[in-house]
């Protein structure tokens, strides 16, 4: 989750549900789960695309990084706006507009490979993650509502399951619908007509992929319109969304959201670079396609890690648990970074697994002690999620500067640096 969409959007300070609120509907349940797997998907899709637009519009590592960009910094545009829809139309309502907006936003792949542009791929991406921002804020308090408040937690943490699933299977077959080009020349060989018709011609692949996912959309959208009105006794605070901001004055909270931004950021720049790195002669010296289709070790490991991380969590401390994940990953980039063949490449994927509880257990210790406030909390560590459009671009202009990826990874392990140091600072509970 991926980036773990599905927890930072526990609804902001927009949701208050009383216990009569909910209803048994076992089709909405797995409308929710489907919502869980393709956030993950899509947004492990990017991981797919950038080495792909890379190639076709001859782009440097941080240029290409900009689809990471263009991609998270809808959650820093569109969290609050989308909050404050769903407040107005309600949970129902609001995630039909949000399904359809990235339905638009798959649909503009077409506009974009017509005219072969860089930018508007761009903004296609940015329309698609916007959907999928407002989708998120809708997404935990819903499958809260459909069913007891006592059962919520199991709910919650199953749909995230599905979250990780999409982040394991997307690739694979991304890789295989958009990287597997039967091209024998490259975009640097070409110029002129030739290359605006050589760029039309393998972006179709990307087309055909994401038309097929606004499909999808439409038919779950579809089934969500038809059940609009099924919600009943919805309520929502009319407080400002802004005013949740003032919890980065308690430090606790505080560096546990600028956490979130870094270690967001870091996952996202790891992930963006797989494919190329695996590519290197000296490390895995794979084709595009081949490399493509090990991007889901990375993800199934955060996938596996969860599992993991479920049972470990019950036994030690939350922040001593972070803090050895987050140095296992620091590790892991040392060990790739020096190391060749397998072991570079492998080292790499396994840090996916070091990812796999960061998440929700950054979000945990900087949430403990927030009390009625921690729905507020969560709406401002939504935003903090932007780290995935700013990290990654620093970590290809360092790539670019460098020459190396193998260095570039040093702004990651920065990143996971920090984290460590906010893990043994909330090892402790807050009393």
Not at 130 to 152: D, E, F, K, M
Not at 272 to 287: D, E, R
Not at 333 to 350: D, E
């Amino acid at each position: 989750m991926a980036v773990a969409p599905g927890i930072a959007t526990s609804t902001d300070p927009n949701t208050v549900e009383d216990e009569g609120a909910h209803i048994d509907a076992p089709e909405l349940r797995l409308f929710v789960m489907a919502l869980f797997f393709i956030f993950g998907g899509i947004t492990s899709l990017n991981d797919v695309i950038i080495p792909k637009l890379k190639e076709l519009f001859t782009l440097n590592y941080m240029q290409a990084m900009l689809v990471q960009s263009a991609f998270f910094a809808a959650y820093f545009a569109v969290s609050i706006p989308g909050a404050r829809l769903v407040k107005r139309v309600g949970y129902m309502r609001g995630a039909v507009i949000g399904l359809l907006t990235m339905l638009a936003g798959c649909l503009l792949f077409i506009p974009a490979s017509a005219s072969a542009t860089f930018g508007v791929f761009l903004v296609a991406l940015f329309v698609l993650a916007s959907g999928i921002t407002i989708v998120q804020v809708v997404a935990n308090p819903l499958i809260s509502l459909l069913g007891p408040a006592r059962t919520a937690h199991s709910r919650l943490t199953f749909a995230q399951a599905f979250n990780s699933l999409g982040t394991t299977i997307f690739p694979y077959v991304g890789s295989i619908l958009i990287l597997g080009s039967l091209a024998t020349v490259s975009a640097a060989e070409l110029s002129g007509e030739a290359l605006a018709r050589y760029r039309v011609a393998e972006t179709r692949a990307v087309v055909g992929a994401y038309v097929g996912l606004a499909i999808a959309l439409g038919l779950v959208a579809a089934v969500v319109w038809f059940n609009r009105n099924r919600l009943k006794g919805e309520r929502h605070e009319q407080g400002s969304v802004l005013a949740s901001f003032d919890l980065l004055k308690r430090l606790r909270f505080g560096f546990g959201a600028a956490c979130i931004f870094l270690y967001v950021g870091a996952e996202v720049a790891i992930g963006s670079l797989i494919v190329n790195y695996l590519m290197q002669p000296h490390v895995l010296g794979l084709a595009e396609q081949s490399a493509g289709k090990l991007i889901p070790l990375y993800w199934g490991g955060a996938l596996i890690g969860r599992f993991i991380g479920s049972a470990v969590l019950r036994l030690i401390s939350p922040g001593k648990v972070l803090a050895f994940n987050a140095l296992g990953a620091i590790a892991l980039i040392a060990i790739s970074a020096n190391a060749t063949g397998a072991v570079a490449g492998y080292s790499l994927l396994a840090i996916g697994l070091m990812n796999s509880i960061m998440f929700p257990t950054i979000f945990s210790l900087a949430c403990e002690g927030l009390g009625p406030r921690a729905a507020d909390g969560s709406g401002v560590i939504c935003v903090a999620i932007v780290g995935g459009a700013v990290i990654p671009p620093l970590t290809g202009q360092l790539a670019d500067a460098s020459g190396s990826l193998a260095l570039s990874l040093g702004l990651p392990a920065l990143c996971y640096a920090v984290i460590a140091s906010f893990g043994i600072y909330a090892r402790r509970p807050v009393v």
